[in-house]
């Protein structure tokens, strides 16, 4: 597949560099090695950096092309990026995880506890990094990080609930998701003083990526295999977490199958039926509509704020996320 456009953008090596700098420099405690080692071990393990990404091409939506946006920018971006890993070292303690991109996670290597208290750290450091951009990022962060306990919490309280319905699904991903994205290309636009009407469109440009973002996740979670996603195929039904797809494909005839697999103790018989039944059901195409959806409205507030390089390879990022479903079928 297609690199994502952000990713060729003329000066995207060099942020890139500068962002997995500013998150290692972050963490790094001078008289505490063993805070550092713990701290930094997801963040070491590698990362699209697409939220930081996110701000910087934000940012350089007012910029000429090619012209590198301030370093706060960057350190705006990386406040997000660390609030997102910090869930994630909390994540895996709720879903007692042991791995976590191709490493081992850090609740399995640590403990809960340390797992726990340094997911609390890379949020406090986030925080931290908010506060010295200003109060308008760093209400806009604490505002974040509210959104996304919310949207997870929402999610737990639907689990194994095969009644789970679109108003709940909804609110939950823009959340866990979406928050964190809008968040991004709000800062983005802040820390480059665009217009507050730029501002409010670039972070509902981000909103609607992320909402896209997490439908088309959801979508290959039951159409991927195994070894394309890294995990078992249909994961979040072992989870109990029943994402757009399978709550279409639940209101199908054949829903009335599917409804009676999906139990706490999913067996690998019953998955494999449970995810044939989704991918034969019209609840893959629908959830499909519902991202391409939210793509095409992403890219239509983003052409009112501008139509330079930057502004084009965010909206090349949203097709991206259409087209990494393309790739997963066309194999």
């Known amino acids: 597949m297609a690199a994502n456009p952000l990713l060729l953008l003329p000066t995207a090596d060099g942020d890139r560099e500068r962002i997995e700098q500013t998150l290692l420099d972050v963490v790094r405690i001078d008289n505490d090695p063993y805070l550092t080692e713990i701290s930094s071990h997801l963040i ?3 990362g699209k950096r697409l ?34 890993i910090g869930s994630l070292y909390h994540d895996d303690v709720m879903d007692e995880a042991e791995m976590r991109r191709q490493v081992i996670s850090v609740n399995a290597r640590w403990g809960n506890l340390r797992a726990i208290l340094s997911g609390d750290y890379l949020l406090a450091k986030a925080s931290e990094i908010a506060a010295d951009l200003g109060n308008d990022v760093a209400g806009l962060l604490a505002s974040t990080i509210a959104e996304l306990c919310r949207g997870q919490v ?37 820390v480059s003083q665009q217009s507050a009407e730029n501002i409010d469109k670039l972070t509902e440009f981000g909103r609607l990526y992320g909402m896209a973002f997490q439908v088309v996740d959801d979508v290959l979670d039951v159409i991927a295999t195994d070894e394309q996603l890294g995990k078992p195929a249909g994961n979040d039904m072992i989870e109990g977490v029943y ?5 279409h494909t639940l209101q199908w005839p054949e829903g009335a199958l599917l409804k ?26 629908s959830a499909l509509d519902v991202a391409r959806t939210f793509v095409e409205d992403a890219k239509a507030v983003l052409a009112e704020v501008s139509t330079n390089e930057a502004a084009k390879a965010l909206g090349g990022a ?5 087209d990494s479903v393309n790739a997963v079928t066309a194999q």
């Open 318 to 322: 949203a097709d991206h996320l259409l």
């Open 51 to 84: 939220r930081p990404l996110f701000a910087v091409a934000s940012a350089a939506c007012s910029l000429p092309d090619g012209e590198r946006v301030p370093y706060d920018v960057v350190r705006g971006g990386v406040s997000v990026e660390l609030v997102h």
């Open 243 to 247: 994402s757009l797809p399978v709550i």
């Open 44 to 46: 070491k393990a590698g």
């Open 154 to 190: 929402g999610e737990l309280q639907t689990m194994y609930d095969v009644d789970r319905s679109e108003e709940q699904y909804f609110p939950s991903i823009a959340g866990k998701t979406a928050s964190l994205y809008a968040a991004a290309c709000r800062i983005g636009g802040i």
């Open 260 to 285: 009676e697999l999906l139990t706490d103790g999913l067996n690998l018989e019953d998955r494999h039926a449970a995810i044939d039944i989704v991918r034969r059901g019209p609840g893959v195409e």
